[in-house]
């Protein structure tokens, strides 16, 4: 099994800085994609950034020039840079990797079990 956890969440003012990291575990053979997603009260779940494996990169308009998103394949760990938040950063955010395990030719979604971000104004 994969195990995927979310930490470095909190409650930063606006105009603030967080860094949030994501270490996958477990049975893990190769970790393709990974990716940060955010859901806020009465939202849906939105993509935030993700990174491929040769850490090809990709954001939402909405964090662009603020977020940096970043991963270390030797410790399957993922990072999310969070620069001049906003309060409607406010969000639980998640980890998503993609995953192939040991004795298995196809790739899994795992998903964290979240993190609160909350930008005050």
């Known amino acids: 099994q994969v195990q995927v956890v979310e930490s470095g969440g909190g409650l930063v003012q606006a105009g603030g800085s967080l860094r949030l990291s994501c270490v996958a575990s477990g049975s893990i053979f190769r970790m393709n994609g990974m990716g940060w997603y955010r859901q806020a009260p009465g939202k849906q779940r939105e993509l935030v950034a993700t990174i491929s494996i040769g850490s090809i990169t990709n954001y939402a308009d909405s964090v662009k020039g603020r977020f940096t998103i970043s991963r270390d394949n030797a410790k399957n760990t993922m990072y999310l840079q969070m620069n001049s938040l906003k309060p409607e950063d406010t969000a639980v955010y998640y980890c998503?990797?993609?995953?192939?395990?040991?004795?298995?030719?196809?790739?899994?979604?795992?998903w964290g079990q979240g993190t609160q971000v909350t930008v005050s104004s």
């Open positions: 998503n990797a993609r995953v192939v395990r040991y004795g298995s030719t196809y790739q899994h979604d795992y």
